[in-house]
C-alpha cells in the first residue's frame, strides 16, 4: 500500500552509502590468450584503479597489488593506462606516473626513471618483437608547455623511451599492423581538439625501429578521425566524421572509401585514450558499436556488401570493444541494471557478464525509467533529452502536486549524457524528484552538425537547451516551476552558473567542479584543453571581451537564486579559485550559498566518503530552499546567508 506524500518528502532504500558500497567504475575492456582484462575503480579504496583479470575457467584477479592505482594523467583524463600482449602487461601507476611491468604473485617492475611524475605515458601499444611497447609521452621537465612525443620504451627498463614521432602538439593511437611492419597514428594541432580536425598517419619501420616512408592517410583541419585499426588481412581502417556522421573508413590502393555510409556515429569523442568502437572477426567482417538518437546498438558489418546486421541486446551504452579470435569483449550499460564488462560471442549471439559496476542494491520497482524526450530550445532549434520522473512504489504525491525537476548538463561540453543507470541519479527519483538529462547543442552522438552548434557560442546554446527542456516540462505539468533546480559538473557547472545567472528560470543550483571565469580558463587550465575555448567561445585574448561578458563571475549582479558549490582541492582542470571567487562574490552581495572542499580530490570526485558527503549535502541544500523535510532528515550543512 503506497502511502501520500509530497515530492521530495519520500523515504527511499537508495542511500548515500547504498550508492558507493560495492559499486566500482569498469573501463578497457581487452582480450589476451583468452583471458578477459579490465580495470576497476574502487571508491572504497579511496577511488584506486585496479587491473583485474579474468580466465576462460572463471578465475578472476586482482593483478596490480595495493597501492598501485592503474591511472596516467596524460591529458590529464587518462586512459590507455595499460595494456597485455602475448601474456606481457604493461601499466603506468598513478602515483609516480612510471611505467612498470606487471607480473602475477610478484611486485611490478618499473620500465621508465623516476621524474617526480613530469614523464607521463598512455596509449601503450605493445612491439614485443623488438621488445619495447609504444606509447604517447607527455613531457613536463621544462618550463612552458609540455612536449607530446610517441616513444618506445625498452621493455628491459631504465630507459625513459626513445622519441620516433615529434614535430605535433598532440599524438594519439599508436597501432601496430599485424606483421609489425607498419605504424598508424593520428596528431592534431592547436587550437583543434580532436573532435574538430586530426590527421591519419602511417609509416614503415625501419630495421633500427625508427620510422620511414612517413604519410599522411587522411584528415585535416575540419575532419575528425578516430580509431585507426589494421585488419587481420593488413588494411588501414578508421572512423572520420567527413561526412558530417563519424562513419568507418578503409584506407587502401592510393584511396579512401566508406565501409557503411550512415547518419549514425560509429564513435564518440576521445576524450581519453585508447577507447574503441569496432574491431575485426575476419577480414572482411567487422563487429561496430554505433549510435543512433543517443542509443548505442552492437552490428556486425560485412565489408564487402556494405550490409549491417544489428544484433538485438538489452543495452543502451556500448564501449571499449575488443574482439580477438572470434570473441569480443566490451563494457555495456543499461537502464536497469548496473553496467558491466560483456563477453560476446558473435557466432552464437551469446552473451555473459564477467563483471559488472555492483549489486543493484534496491528491488528494480524503485527505478526510474528514462523517456527520450526532444523539446524546442530557447532559440528555437530542437535539443534531446532523457526525462526521469519520480518512482518509488511506497509513495505518491497528493493530487495536482508537480515534482519539483532536477535539469543536468553534462561535462565536456563536448560530450553527451546516456539512459545507462546511474545510481545518482535513482538517488533523486526515489525520493520524488523528476531529473532532465539533457544532450544540448554541442554534444555527440547526433553528427557533427549538432556538435557545433556550441562553436562560438558555449555559454549561450548549451543554456538555452537546458532552459527550453526545463519550461517545456513545466508547460506539460510534469516539473513544478517553483522548484527548479540546475546541476552539473566541470563544463556542466559552467552551464550551471550560466543558466543562473543570465537567466531566472531555476529556483537553486548546484556547482560541481564548474567553471565560473572563463578568462582564469583560458589562462591556468593544462595544455589539452589549453586552445579548447577558441572554438567554443573565440581566440584568447583578442576575444577577452566577450570572454568576460559570459563569465558568470563578472556578472553576480543578476544572481537571484542560491548556489552550492562542490570543489576538489587538487583539481587541476578546473582549479579551486574558480569556486572560490564565485563563492566570496555570492557573500558579499548576501545570496545563500554552500561551499564543500575536499582534500585529495582532483577533476571528478572519486572517493566513497567524499560522494556520499556531496550527495547528502545537495539533498539537504534542495530541502532549505524549497522548503520541505527530506525522509532522510537533513545533513548538517552551513548556508551562508539563509
Known amino acids: 500500500m503506497t502511502s501520500l506524500a509530497g515530492y521530495g518528502t519520500w523515504a527511499s532504500p537508495l542511500t548515500a552509502e547504498a550508492i558507493t558500497a560495492g559499486q566500482v567504475g569498469l573501463a578497457q575492456p581487452s582480450l589476451d590468450r583468452g583471458c578477459s582484462y579490465w580495470l576497476e575503480a574502487r571508491p572504497q579504496e579511496a577511488g584506486r584503479t585496479v587491473l583485474v583479470r579474468r580466465t576462460p575457467q572463471g578465475a578472476t584477479t586482482d593483478l596490480t597489488p595495493a597501492p598501485f592505482n592503474v591511472r596516467t594523467r596524460v591529458h590529464e583524463y587518462g586512459g590507455g593506462a595499460y595494456a597485455v600482449k602475448d601474456g606481457v602487461i604493461v601499466a603506468a601507476n598513478f602515483a609516480d606516473q612510471r611505467l612498470y611491468r606487471i607480473g602475477e604473485g610478484a611486485a611490478p617492475q618499473p620500465l ?37 612525443t610517441v616513444v618506445a620504451v625498452d621493455l628491459s627498463g631504465g630507459e625513459e623511451g626513445r622519441v620516433l614521432i615529434r614535430g605535433h602538439d598532440f599524438f594519439s593511437s599508436p597501432r601496430l599492423s599485424p606483421d609489425d611492419d607498419r605504424l598508424a597514428w593520428l596528431s592534431w594541432d592547436h587550437p583543434n581538439m580532436p573532435w574538430d580536425g586530426t590527421r591519419l598517419w602511417s609509416a614503415e619501420i625501419a630495421a633500427d625501429g ?18 585507426p585499426a589494421w585488419s587481420p588481412d593488413g588494411r588501414l581502417y578508421f572512423v572520420s566524421d567527413r561526412s558530417g556522421w563519424w562513419n568507418l573508413y578503409c584506407a587502401g590502393d592510393g584511396c579512401v572509401r566508406a565501409v557503411l555510409p550512415m547518419s549514425a556515429e560509429f564513435a564518440g569523442p576521445d576524450w581519453t585514450f585508447g577507447m574503441r568502437w569496432y574491431g575485426f572477426l575476419d577480414p572482411a567482417t567487422i563487429l561496430a558499436c554505433f549510435s543512433e538518437d543517443g542509443r548505442w546498438r552492437l552490428g556486425v558489418i560485412d565489408v564487402a556488401a556494405g550490409a549491417l546486421e544489428r544484433l538485438e541486446l538489452p543495452y543502451t551504452e556500448l564501449s571499449g570493444l575488443v574482439v580477438e579470435d572470434g570473441q569480443a569483449v566490451l563494457r555495456a550499460g543499461r537502464p536497469d541494471a548496473p553496467a558491466a564488462i560483456v563477453l560476446l560471442d558473435p557466432a552464437s549471439r551469446r552473451v555473459s557478464e564477467l563483471a559488472a559496476a555492483g549489486a543493484l542494491p534496491v528491488d528494480p520497482a524503485y527505478l526510474s525509467a528514462p523517456e527520450s524526450i526532444t523539446c524546442r530550445s530557447e532559440d528555437g532549434a530542437l535539443a534531446h533529452a532523457f526525462y526521469y520522473p ?40 526515489s525520493r520524488g524528484f523528476a531529473v532532465c538529462d539533457v544532450n544540448y547543442g554541442g554534444s555527440t552522438g547526433y553528427g557533427r552538425a549538432y556538435r557545433e552548434r556550441l562553436e562560438g557560442r558555449w555559454g549561450e546554446v548549451d543554456v538555452a537547451d537546458c532552459v527550453g527542456a526545463a519550461r517545456s516540462l513545466v508547460a506539460d505539468r510534469r516539473a513544478d516551476a517553483r522548484r527548479l533546480a540546475i546541476t ?74 542560491p548556489i552550492i558549490f562542490f570543489q576538489g582541492l587538487d583539481d587541476a582542470v578546473v582549479p579551486p579559485n574558480q569556486a572560490e571567487l564565485m563563492v566570496e562574490a555570492l557573500r558579499r552581495k548576501g545570496l545563500p550559498v554552500a561551499y564543500l572542499a575536499f582534500k585529495g580530490e582532483q577533476h571528478g570526485f572519486r572517493k566513497a566518503e567524499t560522494i556520499q558527503t556531496v550527495l547528502r549535502a545537495e539533498l539537504a541544500f534542495y530541502g532549505r530552499i524549497f522548503g520541505f523535510a527530506p525522509a532522510d532528515g537533513l545533513a548538517e550543512l552551513t548556508i551562508e546567508n539563509l
Request: net charge neutral.
Open 112 to 148: 621508465t626513471p623516476s621524474s617526480e611524475g613530469r614523464l607521463r605515458y598512455a596509449d601503450l601499444e605493445p612491439d614485443l618483437g623488438r621488445g619495447r611497447v609504444l606509447a604517447i609521452r607527455e613531457d613536463h621537465r621544462s618550463e612552458g608547455e609540455a612536449v607530446n
Open 390 to 429: 519520480p518512482a518509488n512504489p511506497d509513495f505518491r504525491a497528493p493530487p495536482g502536486e508537480a515534482p519539483p525537476l532536477i535539469v543536468k548538463s553534462h561535462g565536456g561540453p563536448t560530450g553527451s549524457t546516456s539512459a545507462e543507470l546511474r545510481l545518482s541519479t535513482q538517488f533523486w527519483t
Open 210 to 227: 625508427g620510422l620511414r616512408n612517413v604519410r599522411q592517410v587522411a584528415g585535416g583541419d575540419r575532419e575528425a578521425i578516430v580509431q
Open 488 to 561: 552539473g559538473g566541470s563544463a556542466g557547472g559552467y552551464t550551471t552558473l550560466c543558466a543562473l545567472t543570465f537567466h531566472d528560470v531555476f529556483r537553486a543550483g548546484a556547482s560541481h567542479y564548474g567553471v565560473s571565469d572563463l578568462e582564469a580558463l583560458a589562462r591556468d587550465t593544462h595544455k589539452f584543453e589549453s586552445r579548447y575555448l577558441d572554438r567554443l567561445v573565440g581566440p584568447w585574448p583578442e576575444a577577452a571581451a566577450l570572454y568576460r561578458a559570459r563569465s558568470p563571475i563578472h556578472h553576480v549582479e543578476r544572481l537571484s537564486c
